[in-house]
């Protein structure tokens, strides 16, 4: 199972994406995190992410496109994955499948966590994280409607997109996944 998970900030993609690997035993490869973590770290990624979080814009796409291209060829990701946070652009999602075909491997399903953008901005706002500030959060949905859309568009085409309500509790939302891929 080859799973990628999107929405918008405060969808759920997190809750749902480590629902989703603790069930199928699948490792989680979420930008969200290792970006952060990368940071902290003080590692060449992350020094060169930081003023990009920070100020809530995207990271760049041959960043991350590396970055993913890397964690795809370790072995506990060989028989699957969950990536949470990524593609964030249609760029990426095409530069996506050409690694995949690449590897030998092949999407399962991308995800879309689909909730009313008042819903995205009072989560994330109540999720109290350094970069959760009321004007982040209003330019992160902003660039999600830019940017991420035209993924939702891109997987849509090529009969990839499954779409549940993220507007539920996290067990509901994950029953209507489960419903699908099983």
Known sequence: MRLV???GSGAGKSTQAQRLCNHFDLPLISTGE???????????LGRIARPYIETGDLVPDEMIIEFIRTRLK????????????YPRTAFQAEELDF???NLGQQLTWAVYL???QAVMVSRALGRSLPDDQPEIVQRRVELFYDRTVPVLEYYDRRRRLLTINGDQPPEIVQYNI???LL
């Open 178 to 180: 489960m419903s699908f």
């Open 34 to 44: 290792i970006l952060p973590e990368a940071i902290a770290r003080l590692s060449s």
């Open 74 to 85: 370790y072995t506990d990701a060989h028989r699957g994955w969950i990536l949470e946070g």
């Open 5 to 7: 998970i999107l929405g």
């Open 99 to 101: 690694l995949l075909d």
């Open 114 to 116: 689909q909730v009313p």
